[in-house]
C-alpha cells in the first residue's frame, strides 16, 4: 500500500489497520462494530499531535472557515453510519427533519453527476450549519485528514473551481492519510462495504431507512448506487471501491 507514503507513514498505516482489524474481529455485538471503528478516530489526533511542530504551526485552520465544506465530500459506509447515529441521538425532531430536506434537496443535485461535475456546484456539505459543522465529534475521515497552510488560497480555489493553489500541510497530510486508509483498509480486510459513497447522499438513505445499518452489519453493500461517491453512469463501471487484499495478516 502506498509507494507515495514514508516509511514512518507505512509503519503507522499498518500499526493502525492491523490494531482496527484485531478489535472488529473481536467484536461480537454487531451494535458495537460502529463504535469501535468510531473509537479509532482519536487516532486523527495522536498522529496530528507527533508531527513536525513547523508543520503544526503552518495549519491556517480556524473556527468559522468552511471553504473546505463546499465540496463533494466521499467518504466509506461506516462513516456515513457514523454521522447518522450522531444525528439522531443529539439533533431535535425539527433539527432531524431539516438535515434529511437538505440530503434530500442535495441528492437530487447530485444524481447522475460526475465528482468534477459535483464540485463545480460548490454546494455546502448537507450538515454544515451556520459556517461550522454540525456533526463535528463525528465527522468523516477526510474531515478530519484535510489541513490548510492557507486559508485565503481556499477561498480562492473554491471560487475559482480549481486546487490550483496547493494548500496542503506536507509533514501532516501523509500522516492523516495513513491513519484513514488504515481504519478504511482493516474494515474492508473485516468484510464491510469498502464502496466509496457521498456523503450528502447517502445521509440521506441512512437517515430515512434503517436497514442500511442492518445491511453493514451484515457485511452486504449499506446504500444504493445512487449514493456512490461518483455517479456509476458517468464512468462506465464502478468507482472508488478498497477490497480485502490481505495487508495486515501475518507473513
Ligand atoms: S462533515 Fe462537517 S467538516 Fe466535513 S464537510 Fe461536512 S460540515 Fe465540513
Known sequence: MGAEFTEEEETLFNRIGES??????????PGDLLGVLAGEHKQFDLAYATAPAAARESVACRAGCDACCHVPVGVQAHEVLIVAQHIQKTFSPEALDAVIARAAVHRAAFAGKSNAERAMLRTPCVVLHAGSCSVYGARPEACRSHHS???TACGLNLDFETEEIDVYVHGVRGRMFAVMLGIDQAAAEAGY????YDLGSALHEALTDSL???RWTQRKPAFSESCWEEAPDSLGGESGVIRAEGFFEPE
Open 20 to 29: 482496527v482489524l484485531r478489535r472488529l474481529r473481536k467484536t461480537r455485538n
Open 149 to 151: 497552510n492557507n486559508a
Open 193 to 196: 462495504d469498502g464502496q466509496a
Open 212 to 214: 442500511c445499518a442492518v
